[in-house]
């Protein structure tokens, strides 16, 4: 029996690559596409700090703007007490005795003290 042999001229050559689409996700398009979403990224972040920053100069400010507001309050409630406990003393004693040495008004202190439990 004859062995066979090539045929004259040889074989075809053998397909041995991908016959597939270039792929659109290349190495280069990747980094690109990540370093846009980053640049947009660490832009909100900034825009956001800077953000969070102006609020809280702004908070700043108007607490601020709130301090003399808040004293006058802070004073009406003092002198409102200092009249009471004078009336409250004079009801008492019959009559308003010198704590301190001058007529300058002194601020008064508080001080909380635990209450006494067994």
Do not use: C
């Not at 690109?32 to 800077?50: A, V």
């Not at 009406?76 to 009336?87: E, M, P, S, W």
């Amino acid at each position: 029996m004859p062995q066979d042999m090539p045929p004259k001229g040889g074989y075809d050559a053998v397909q041995y690559k991908r016959n597939l689409p270039a792929s659109p996700f290349r190495p280069r398009t990747l980094l690109l596409g990540m370093g846009l979403i980053m640049t947009y990224g660490w832009y909100k972040l900034i825009k956001g700090i800077r953000e969070q920053n102006e609020y809280a100069r702004e908070k700043m400010w108007s607490r601020i703007h709130l301090i003399p507001a808040l004293q006058a309050e802070e004073d009406r409630d003092l002198v409102r007490r200092h009249l009471a406990d004078q009336a409250r003393e004079k009801e008492l004693l019959g009559e308003n005795i010198k704590v301190y040495n001058s007529d300058r008004y002194v601020r008064p202190t508080f001080a909380a003290t635990p209450s006494v439990t067994k």
